[in-house]
């Protein structure tokens, strides 16, 4: 199994849409309640390329297992160092390291980019992907209890951080 890496195209994003859109019906990877649409996902990837940020593709035999990017973490000036990241990995290829890799390659642009500082929200039930963060170096640096509300209960999000310098 070789996995490449390398930057989005327009043609992965219905790709994306299938991985994002299981999160939101299966997951609380997202806090989401109803599906995106093709031009919804489009328009989101586009506004991060647009910033300069990265939107990477993982994929097997040309088939989009995954993908990871980042972007702004709050609106404000001071906060231009500061990125919030995403990884999300086909649910047939779970386990098999792809996240690894893209987190691995989104920290290495971040650092290129010459950023400070990563962040992760995730949700407090994901543990799995607490305890993956905390191998490559996030800590966690606060919860905030209830902060969502999906699938008839509260959610509680888990703010992690990485320093890259």
């Known amino acids: 199994m070789s996995v490449i890496i390398r930057p989005y195209e327009v043609n992965d994003t219905q790709a994306i849409l299938d991985i994002i859109n299981y999160n939101i019906i299966n997951s609380t990877a997202l806090y989401d309640y109803n599906i995106?649409?093709?031009?919804?996902?489009?328009s989101?990837?586009?506004?991060?390329?647009?910033?300069?940020?990265?939107?990477?593709?993982?994929?097997?035999?040309?088939?989009?297992?995954?993908?990871?990017?980042?972007?702004?973490?709050?609106?404000?000036?001071?906060?231009?160092?500061?990125?919030?990241?995403?990884?999300?990995v086909n649910q047939h290829f779970h386990g098999k390291g792809i996240g690894k890799i893209l987190l691995q390659e989104l920290i290495r642009i971040a650092k290129e980019q010459k950023l400070h500082t990563m962040?992760?929200?995730?949700?407090?039930?994901?543990?799995?992907?607490?305890?993956f963060h905390e191998k490559f170096g996030f800590k966690v640096v606060g919860v905030i209890?209830?902060?969502?509300?999906k699938f008839?209960?509260?959610l509680h999000s888990v703010?992690?951080?990485?320093i890259l310098e």
Request: proline letters at 1%; a negative charge.
């Open 36 to 42: 995106r649409t093709f031009e919804q996902q489009k």
């Open 44 to 88: 989101i990837l586009d506004d991060k390329l647009s910033k300069g940020f990265p939107v990477i593709i993982a994929e097997i035999d040309e088939e989009v297992i995954g993908f990871g990017m980042y972007s702004e973490f709050r609106f404000r000036e001071a906060y231009k160092f500061t990125v919030e990241h995403s990884v999300y």
């Open 119 to 131: 962040v992760a929200v995730i949700d407090e039930e994901n543990q799995s992907s607490i305890e």
């Open 145 to 149: 209890k209830e902060s969502g509300y």
């Open 152 to 154: 008839d209960r509260w």
């Open 159 to 162: 703010f992690m951080q990485l």
